[in-house]
């Protein structure tokens, strides 16, 4: 995951999301080509999400339909 913080610094963050070896190779093969990069989200949001109870299992499933994140792609210009 990428993340652009205020005063302009951009992190890059991983998270282990699968059970096993073979479950994170099998979701790279399926996603992977499609997005390599990852996607944004708002640390706001998610902060609000969990605090309002929503388990951390659902915050880990990666959103394959959304798009490619514009900030790892300035990065890489």
Do not use: K, T
């Not at 479950?23 to 093969?29: L, Q, R, S, T």
């Not at 989200?41 to 299992?57: I, K, M």
Request: net charge negative; proline share 8%.
């Amino acid at each position: 995951m990428y993340y652009a913080d205020p005063d302009g610094n951009q992190m890059e963050f991983q998270v282990d999301c699968c059970g096993s070896s073979e479950d994170a190779n099998a979701f790279i093969n399926a996603h992977f080509s499609a997005n390599p990069i990852g996607v944004e989200y708002d640390p706001e949001d998610w902060l609000a999400r969990l605090h309002a109870g929503v388990p951390v299992s659902d915050l880990l499933v990666r959103q394959v339909h959304a798009p490619v994140s514009p900030i790892r792609g300035a990065i890489a210009s």
